[in-house]
């Protein structure tokens, strides 16, 4: 292969030029074109290299949600799950299982959240990444791209690209694991810079040239490397020399996102040097088909990635030993009751524990499809939820999803309703100050204190409320002018939402309590 290099060039200007044919907003994929040294290496003689499907190898995933400098438009939990979901599927066939490393991190920064570079990316990536895992981003708007991945730094996704129905989070770990484009060399047309217009009716050049500088293991910033790649022929006669140099992907000429007709084959015709006709193979998930199309890896491919696990990428391989699989079993929502009443501004949740779950995902929503733009979503690691915030006298749904580092692809619960109301009409007493309800929340069986101070002495009644607003227990209370202590007894109360009263003459006062 030849290369020419030329110094003196600024990095980023003409970063990552794609075909103008057909072009999508965003763009397929911003990973620069190129072959790592290592495949190259690895191709020359792939019976060196440990390439063995017989075990299943867990990959660490540390996932970075990224959102504006307001903390707006993180990317959502029930939507990252099902994209974790689909990538594990995705791998299935090459015996390789995507996990998450430790909890899900959270930024807040406006110009990573929507970059036009990847130099701003790269910048982002160096700032945050976690050693020996494959550092994913979500992010609005990667560059003008649906992702990419830096092999230096790590793999930023559009987070319109990442649902239950996309590849691109796979095709950027391919890329990861050493998969090129099969297309590779197409990348900027017949010339690195788009600058040589190709008819795909005539046959194509021997070769096409394409820019190679950021597929390096190092961010260069003055350097602009052009490399050349043999275009490949259909009867395969130079399958281990062009293009990606795997000789079970066929010949792809198209480097532009596309459509497959009925047979899974690009709509596209195309010529290669000798003239000969063909179409592009759509079920590729390294080529630009639509997510549609889209479906596996070849063996050659399976092979060279998870050699690249063995040899190149061992550093992940520090944790064979996968979390238990969640349970089965349907997950059952217990409190509150389908249609029943909740406090608008201190409603609890609550649903039985799944086997083997750590997280759960709870949605909210002011309609039963769960809408994105009208739903809420939380996330705990107890089996229970409080909630503040929602608007009082209106119907909600709500429904939760359990989860844990290794399994994703669970199914939410069936929803129910509830009226978000105002149960408890909070009053003050005059004279009375600085209440304060402790340890809130408290452990069942644990007496909690209502603290308070008062400019007189008067006789007044405590009284316990469920959530849903019964009566549960009552006794007298005798205030003296001064500091005063009242201890509220909760052995045998179930985890829960409750409403403590205090009643006088003089008025009222509420204070919300929470058992675990």
């Known amino acids: 292969m030849k290369r020419i290099v030329l110094t003196g060039l600024m990095a980023f200007a003409g970063l990552f030029l794609l075909s103008a044919q057909e072009e999508s907003w965003p763009l397929p994929c911003g990973a620069p074109a190129g072959k790592s040294e290592w495949l190259k290496k690895y191709q020359q003689n792939p019976q060196a290299f ?41 791998y299935a066939e090459a015996n390789v299982a995507f996990f998450v490393e430790g909890e899900v991190r959270y930024i807040d920064n406006s110009a990573w959240y929507n ?58 770990i391919g890329h990861n694991l050493s998969l090129p484009h099969p297309f590779l060399g197409w990348e900027g047309g017949v010339s690195h810079d788009n600058s040589v217009p190709h008819n795909f009716n005539d046959p194509a050049p021997l070769f096409v040239t394409y820019d190679y500088t950021y597929f390096r293991d190092t961010l260069i910033l003055d350097t602009l490397i052009i490399d050349t790649a043999w275009v490949e022929f259909v009867d395969g006669s130079n399958c ?59 063996p050659e491919q399976i092979a060279a990635l998870r050699a690249n696990l063995y040899e190149e990428k061992a550093d992940y391989l ?21 249609g029943e009443t909740v406090q608008f501004d201190d409603a609890y949740f609550e649903w039985e524990p799944v086997e ?28 229970n939820l409080l909630v503040d915030g929602l608007l009082n006298n209106r119907t909600y749904y709500w429904r939760v999803r359990a989860y844990n580092s290794h399994t994703f692809c669970t199914a939410p619960s069936a929803f129910r309703t509830f009226q978000a109301g105002d149960l408890v009409a909070v009053n003050t ?14 452990e069942s069986g644990q007496s909690a204190v209502l603290e308070l101070q008062s400019a007189f002495s008067f006789s007044g009644r405590l009284e316990l409320f469920s959530a849903t607003g019964q009566l549960l227990w009552q006794e007298a209370a005798a205030l003296q002018a001064g500091a005063n202590r009242l201890e509220v007894n909760t052995a045998g109360l179930p985890a829960g939402l409750y409403f403590l009263h205090l009643d006088s003459p003089q008025g009222r006062l509420a204070e919300r309590m929470v058992v675990r």
């Open 429 to 442: 007493i005059a004279g009375i100050s600085a209440p304060r309800l402790f340890p809130n929340p408290s």
């Open 356 to 383: 083997n779950a750590t997280h759960y995902v709870i949605q909210i929503s002011l309609l039963p499809n769960f809408s994105s733009a009208l739903a809420r979503e939380y996330f705990s690691t107890e089996p």
């Open 50 to 90: 440990n390439r063995s499907l017989d075990t299943l190898l867990y990959v660490p995933l540390t996932i970075h949600i990224v959102g504006n400098d307001a903390g707006e438009g993180y990317f959502g939990t029930n939507k990252l799950l099902d994209a974790l979901c689909k990538l594990n599927e995705d």
């Open 240 to 298: 281990q020399a062009a293009a990606d140099g795997f000789c079970d992907t066929s010949p792809d000429y198209l480097s532009f996102r596309w459509f497959c007709n009925n047979n899974a084959q690009s709509q596209q015709e195309q010529t290669d040097p000798a003239g000969v006709k063909f179409r592009s193979d759509g079920t590729l998930i390294m080529g630009y088909a639509d997510d549609q199309c889209q479906a596996r890896f070849t």
């Open 318 to 338: 520090y944790n064979q030993v996968p979390a238990p699989a969640i349970g089965s079993a349907p997950l059952a929502l217990s409190f509150p009751l389908d």
């Open 115 to 172: 970059h036009d570079s990847v130099l701003i990316g790269a910048e982002m990536m160096f700032a945050n990444n976690v050693p020996n895992t494959i550092n994913t981003y979500f992010v609005s708007d990667p560059a003008g791209n649906c992702g990419y991945n830096l092999p230096y730094a790590g793999i930023a996704m559009n987070k319109s690209c990442s649902d239950a129905n996309e590849d691109t989070w796979a095709h950027e």
